[in-house]
């Protein structure tokens, strides 16, 4: 069992920066992790993923060169640096693990998820 916990969300102006934290319990270094999103009356959609030591990240089209996933497998931490933020960023952000080490982007190979933070990024 992996228990996540999501940190860091809040209101930000468009174009500003924020970080999400993602604190993880178990063998945190074994699994694979990403990021997903959701607004209201929409499925969850990936925004990135990368592999348990840290390499080969991939991102959603819609946040590439925006935003940048890492991990620090000593703190048992995901991390998910937001830069220029728009307002179809809103959404709540999921934090998710799976138990192989390799990426995912569909959220069916995520086995575990955290409760989800709120970010709004105001016009």
């Known amino acids: 069992q992996v228990l996540l916990v999501e940190s860091g969300g809040g209101l930000i102006p468009a174009g500003g920066s924020l970080t999400l934290s993602c604190a993880g319990s178990g063998r945190f270094s074994d699994y694979a992790m990403g990021w997903f999103r959701q607004v209201p009356g929409k499925q969850r959609s990936f925004v990135a993923t990368?592999?348990?030591?840290?390499?080969?990240?991939f991102y959603a089209g819609s946040v590439k060169g925006r935003f940048t996933i890492s991990r620090d497998n000593f703190k048992n931490i995901l991390y998910l640096q937001m830069n220029d933020l728009k307002p179809e960023d809103t959404a709540v952000y999921y934090c998710?693990?799976?138990?192989?080490?390799?990426?995912?982007?569909?959220?069916?190979?995520?086995?575990?998820w955290g409760r989800g933070v709120q970010v709004t990024v105001s016009p």
């Open positions: 990368i592999s348990n030591l840290g390499a080969t990240p």
């Open positions: 998710a693990a799976r138990r192989v080490p390799t990426i995912g982007v569909r959220s069916s190979l995520f086995d575990f």
